[in-house]
């Protein structure tokens, strides 16, 4: 790597918010809020709206769509009669 043209990297706490749920990394953001973590060490900390923790695809919490009524309207909008489909 070349010297000097890489942003610094440290340790981050991001929360999430809705899951309840705080985890440890590295990255190259920064935050004035600090929060004191497990190991006793006082890290930046940001907080997030949606993470894995809480986002429908990876907990499996996901919502049903009704794809059928949303096709029926669309062709009774926009689309051939009921009666021609085959």
Not at 25 to 36: G, V
Not at 63 to 81: K, N, S
Request: hydrophobic share 30%.
């Amino acid at each position: 790597m070349k010297p000097r043209i890489h942003p610094d990297t440290r340790h981050v706490v991001f929360r999430d918010r809705a899951a309840d749920v705080a985890f440890l990394t590295r990255s190259t953001a920064d935050s004035s809020k600090r929060i004191e973590w497990e190991d006793g060490n006082t890290y930046p900390v940001i907080d997030v709206e949606i993470s894995s923790a809480s986002h429908p695809f990876y907990t499996g919490r996901s919502r049903v769509l009704d794809t059928a009524g949303r096709v029926e309207r669309f062709e009774r909008r926009y689309g051939r009669p009921a009666a021609t489909r085959h």
